[in-house]
Nanobody
Framework: QVQLVESGGGLVQAGGSLRLSCAASGRTFSSYTMAWFRQAPGKERDFVGSISRNEVSTYYADYADSVKGRFTISRDDAKNTVYLQMTSLKPEDTAVYYC?????????????????WGQGTQVTVSS
């Protein structure tokens, strides 16, 4: 069982930056693929980015087109934590951001493929 706790959300002006953190419990964190999703009011939960590590400790990341070049996902396996650095924020980035985890190292952008979810953290970008 993995528990995920997000933090770092808040209110920021357009063009600003925020860094979200997701702390995970569990001793096998490094073997999980970690991801961030977001959900705006009245919309579906959308993939933002994911990160995985292979057997030789090479990290791989994947991003939604809407955030490429602006958001960076990273992880610190020693701290069981995954991060989402968000820059050049836009009002359309406003959403509740969720951290998710799945067993295995294969990327997927499908929310239903993830086994564990955090409670979410609100990000609001004002224009």
């Amino acid at each position: 069982q993995v528990q995920l706790v997000e933090s770092g959300g808040g209110l920021v002006q357009a063009g600003g930056s925020l860094r979200l953190s997701c702390a995970a419990s569990g001793r096998t964190f490094s073997s999980y693929t970690m991801a961030w999703f977001r959900q705006a009011p009245g919309k579906e939960r959308d993939f933002v980015g994911s990160i995985s590590r292979n057997e030789v400790s090479t990290y791989y990341a994947d991003y939604a087109d809407s955030v490429k070049g602006r958001f960076t996902i990273s992880r610190d396996d020693a701290k069981n934590t995954v991060y989402l650095q968000m820059t050049s924020l836009k009002p359309e980035d406003t959403a509740v951001y969720y951290c998710a985890a799945k067993t295995g190292r294969i990327f997927t952008t499908t929310a239903t493929s993830y086994d564990y979810w955090g409670q979410g953290t609100q990000v609001t970008v004002s224009s």
